[in-house]
């Protein structure tokens, strides 16, 4: 005869309570229903469990070496219900996020600052890497999900517009616009223009209205990120074309920032897999993600 989890935990409940009437109580239970029970176990296993010795419950041998794996099993339900109730309240785990190295800057140190005070048991893991790896970072399942510059959606991603982002220009002081509400993009035909490849969203984004207006610029210096293009321009290396997000992080002194006309919009996109669910802290964070405002970062 096998024994079933009902008989197991009758059983362990005499061993731990030493009589009929403190099992009950463990179980709440009624004590005929125990005592019925274990009984019936006792003659279907052919084996005696217990004895009654001057009206005491004694266990035997054979039932110490019985409770001593009946006790490990319980240790590991106690452990699986540990862990499922770790699990429900989000107490336990890793998120792994990949994101543009320049929201690695200020955007997602808030978010994680924020996310950290509601799971503080979470272990978050962050890598900055350029779109396209980041694309396959998540396709790989190296990340869970992205935060990134995107145009173009990829067919195994599913993508959400966080922010819009507008984009500036950034100059330094003394510039003689520097001072100007707003600038145009022809305004920026005769200046040192720092830009981006064309092989990255904001390069290709720029390039587009360039177009569109009739503009032809050619880069004096060309980077790949864009608080480079920022330390460029803090060095007195020309102007360059940046978005809210990424001056929003460190204090770029000796910089100013002025809105670009027509608008230009570099939108920050949430990634993850389509066709698989996210996790429930992926969820978690991605609900953190989506309320928050990127104006009441911190601004220069």
């Known amino acids: ?14 061993m731990l309570a030493g009589s009929i009437s403190g099992a009950a109580k463990m179980l709440f239970v009624s004590q005929p229903a125990v005592s019925r029970l274990i009984s019936y176990t006792e003659q279907s296993l052919g084996l005696v469990l217990f004895e009654r010795i001057k009206g005491k419950l004694y266990p035997t041998p054979e039932a110490h070496l019985l409770f001593d794996e009946v006790n490990l099993l319980f240790e590991k339900v106690e452990r699986i219900q ?41 272990r978050l893991i962050l890598n900055t890497m350029v ?28 993508t ?15 510039h003689p616009k520097a001072d100007a509400e707003s600038l145009h993009l022809e305004d920026l035909v ?3 223009v720092i830009g981006y490849g064309e092989d990255l969203p904001i390069g290709r984004l720029i390039q587009m209205a360039f177009n569109e207006h009739g503009i032809d610029i050619l880069p004096n210096v060309e980077v790949r990120q864009i608080h480079v ?11 360059a074309i940046v978005d809210h997000a990424s001056i929003c992080g460190p204090t770029w002194g000796d910089v100013n920032f002025v809105p670009l006309t027509p608008q230009l919009r570099a939108p920050i996109s949430l990634l993850h897999l389509s066709h698989e669910p996210l996790s429930r802290i992926a969820q978690e964070y991605c609900k953190l993600i989506s309320d928050f405002n990127l104006r009441n970062l911190p601004d220069n």
Do not use: W
């Not at 005869?1 to 005499?14: D, G, H, T, Y």
């Not at 293009?229 to 102007?239: L, S, T, Y």
């Open 82 to 122: 540990n862990l499922t109730d770790d699990l429900v309240h989000n107490r336990l785990g890793q998120l792994r996020i990949a994101c543009s190295p320049n929201l690695g800057l200020n955007l997602i140190p808030h978010s994680f600052m924020s996310f950290r005070k509601k799971f503080p048991s979470i």
């Open 190 to 192: 005769e200046e040192n």
């Open 160 to 174: 959400k517009v966080l922010f819009h982002n507008d984009l500036v220009v950034a100059l330094p002081n003394g």
């Open 131 to 158: 779109p396209g790896m980041l694309e396959k970072a998540i396709i790989s399942k190296q990340s869970e999900i992205g935060i990134a510059y995107l145009l173009e959606p990829h067919p195994m991603l599913e």
């Open 1 to 14: 005869m096998r024994l079933s989890l009902k008989q197991i935990e009758v059983f362990r409940a005499i």
């Open 229 to 239: 293009a920022c330390a460029m321009v803090q060095a007195g290396a020309g102007i």
